[in-house]
């Protein structure tokens, strides 16, 4: 994609009739697995009552999958079923999620200032007219697995990412949920950006690390197929809760 591609999208007027408020919102970050690649079913087509999503021109809508709009082969992602269990703890709250990962991409185009960055900030910003930043998603890493150099350093240059992105959005203390790789994907120093991925909490204030365990994938041994990805968004859920304790207080 172009720099004018992301710009464009992220720049789209938010139409005040169809602006809500009172949303709690969460940012959907990352490459294809988070973007969703599984295929949809019925469950996946009908909407959640109070939760809704920011599509690609920047305007409210049921939540349904796709969600993300990257490639045409968007498909199922975590988001709706991490909503789904938020929901469940309190159905008093109305969720927006945001969609912003992009697939194929690597960590170095997630840097500050870089096209994604950009468009994911101004994308949160839009959907903050309506409500409050109360957490951000990233599932990434296969594409920094080719690389030993890019694996061993996944760790500090995520840190460096994720407070430009806190800071930009005026959410320093906003929880962060990463998700593993796939068990499945073995490819290239997949296991080492794993372990990296699971010692983020160790170094990054308010951030969860969810693990992938006994997730299957669609066929390609890269894609966690639909039924994973919705049991994932409900453990990205679980994780989301042990870092946010004001869920279940009202706040």
Not at 15 to 23: E, K, N, R, T
Not at 55 to 65: E, G, M, S, Y
Request: net charge positive.
């Amino acid at each position: 994609m172009t720099r004018r591609r992301y710009l464009s999208l992220a720049a789209a007027p938010l139409l005040a009739q169809d602006a809500p408020s009172g949303l709690h919102l969460f940012l959907l970050t990352g490459q294809s697995n988070m973007a969703g690649r599984g295929v949809p079913e019925a469950v996946d087509t009908a909407p959640i009552p109070g939760v809704s999503m920011l599509t690609k021109d920047l305007q409210w809508k049921p939540a349904v999958d796709p969600l993300h709009f990257d490639k045409p082969i968007a498909g199922v992602g975590i988001g709706r079923s991490f909503a789904r269990r938020l929901r469940a703890a309190r159905p008093d709250r109305s969720i927006g999620l945001i969609p912003a990962a992009v697939g194929g991409t690597s960590l170095d185009q997630w840097a500050p200032g870089g096209e994604l960055f950009t468009a994911a900030v101004a994308r949160a910003q839009a959907g903050m007219k309506s409500g409050r930043l109360r957490g951000i998603l990233w599932h990434q890493g296969e594409a920094d697995s080719s690389d030993d150099k890019l694996a061993n350093s996944y760790v500090d240059r995520f840190a460096s990412m994720l407070a430009a992105l806190r800071a930009e959005l005026g959410a320093e203390g906003v929880p962060c949920v990463a998700g593993q790789l796939g068990t499945f994907f073995r490819r290239g120093e997949a296991a080492l950006v794993n372990r990296q991925l699971s010692s983020i909490p160790l170094i990054v204030p308010k951030t969860i690390f969810v693990p992938s365990a006994r997730l299957a994938h669609k066929g390609d041994d890269v894609h966690f197929d639909s039924p994973s990805l919705r049991e994932f968004g409900r453990r990205h859920a679980l994780a989301y809760l042990s870092l946010d304790p004001e869920w279940d207080s009202g706040r």
